[in-house]
Every structure is written in structure tokens, then in C-alpha cells.
């Protein structure tokens, strides 16, 4: 099981429907902490409450445990562009405004000019400037989740 993914995706069933992670503790009869830290990695629900997202979510334990993410939508970061941008922007708005600019550090111009265009209210640039130097392990690590979260949400299933 890999830990780091059913954490994500344990966020992203929660952002998919719409749920703070107040709203789905006051669902689950647990506190806000336990859902921060499942979506953390720190935890794991146990087996009870795994039982309750699945029937919440409409997914088995085991999409929960084992998220699908075959086949991968997206293995580059600069292969941002070929996901439709509603699609995109949906995605990259659950980032801050610094993560977004510190991924963007190591696109290429014509990838920051796609998420400038996304975001015309952000001025992406001077957030970089803001930020200043950051070690390209920094930089890469953003990017790789802004792609697990792609490669999520194209292997999720649809929650309407």
C-alpha cells in the first residue's frame, strides 16, 4: 500500500464531494485532526471507518487502499497542456498560489504563459520573485504533485 497515494486520494474524494474535512468528521463522528492526518499519510482509518467512506463515497475499501491510477494521463510536467484547461484550472486550484509559482520554476515559458492565462487575477511572476531561490528537489517535488493529482483525478471515478 502505498501511503502517500491513498492520502491524496482520500483528499480527493473528500474535495471531489464537496466536503471540508470539518464537514466529513461531523459525517464520520470523528474529529477534523483524524481526517488532516489520514490526509497526511500520519494515519490510517481504521477498518469501521474505512467501511463508512467507502458506502460515503460509493468506492470499495480496496479503491481506498489501492488507488487505480493506471493508466497515467500525464508522466511530465510539461504535458500540463494537454489536459483540457476547465479541467486543469479545477485541478491546480486546489494548490496555493506559492506552490503553483515554485512548480512553475522548472516549466518552460510556454507552460507558465498556459498557467498565467489559467489564473490572469495571480501574478505568477512576481510571486516567483517573492519566493526567490528554491533547490530544484523543491521545485520537482511540486510538480510531481500537481501530476499525482492529474493522474488522480483521470483515474478516480466520477462522483456525480
Not at 479541467?87 to 515559458?109: H, N, V, W, Y
Request: proline content about 4%; some cysteine; glycine content about 4%.
Amino acid at each position: 500500500m502505498n501511503m502517500n497515494l491513498t492520502a491524496r486520494y482520500l483528499q480527493y474524494l473528500r474535495k471531489s464531494s464537496h466536503y471540508t474535512q470539518e464537514d466529513l468528521a461531523k459525517r464520520l463522528d470523528i474529529s477534523r485532526q483524524a481526517v488532516s492526518k489520514w490526509e497526511t499519510g500520519t494515519t490510517m482509518p481504521d477498518l469501521e471507518v474505512l467501511l463508512r467512506l467507502s458506502n460515503l463515497y460509493g468506492v470499495t475499501i480496496n479503491d481506498i487502499l489501492e488507488p487505480r491510477v493506471q493508466p497515467l494521463r500525464i508522466t511530465d510536467f510539461e504535458q500540463i497542456s494537454t489536459i483540457p484547461e476547465e479541467k486543469l484550472r479545477e485541478i491546480l486550484e486546489q494548490f496555493d498560489s506559492d506552490c503553483l509559482a515554485t512548480a512553475l520554476m522548472g516549466a518552460s515559458p510556454e507552460t507558465n504563459s498556459l498557467c498565467q492565462g489559467l489564473f490572469p487575477h495571480m501574478d505568477l511572476e512576481k510571486i516567483q520573485q517573492e519566493i526567490g531561490r528554491v533547490r530544484i528537489e523543491t521545485v520537482e517535488d511540486m510538480q510531481k504533485r500537481i501530476i499525482s493529482l492529474i493522474n488522480l483525478h483521470s483515474a478516480a471515478p466520477d462522483n456525480t
